[in-house]
Nanobody, 122 residues
């Protein structure tokens, strides 16, 4: 298990950018695939992006492709989500999660952060 803490959320105007960070504890961070998810009120949690432990493989959901980019710095035990051209519909609680193997299935992510709120004003 790894402990995760997100930061970087907040209020931004439509068209603006935010970079979310997810700091992980433990010395085995590079062995985990990391994912970013979001959940808006009344909606199901949505997978946004996944990055492999060595950062050689990434996946980005079509809904945010071209606007959101996942990256990681294993030396800092941190994964990032760069969000550009934000839209009001991007408002949600954003969470990072860790999986012991490459996966796009939410059930495979066993460790979760507490989430960070993103609000996009129009």
């Amino acid at each position: 298990q790894v402990q995760l803490v997100e930061s970087g959320g907040g209020l931004v105007q439509a068209g603006g950018s935010l970079r979310l960070s997810c700091a992980a504890s433990g010395r085995t961070f590079s062995s985990y695939a990391m994912g970013w998810f979001r959940q808006a009120p009344g909606k199901e949690r949505e997978l946004l992006a996944v990055i492999s432990g060595n950062a050689l493989s990434t996946y980005t959901a079509n809904s945010v492709k071209g606007r959101f980019t996942i990256s990681r710095d294993n030396a800092k035990n941190t994964v990032y989500l760069q969000m550009n051209t934000l839209k009001p519909e991007d408002a949600a609680v954003y969470s990072c999660a860790a999986s012991a193997r490459w996966s796009l299935a939410e059930r495979d992510f066993g460790s979760w952060g507490q989430g960070t709120q993103v609000i996009v004003s129009s």
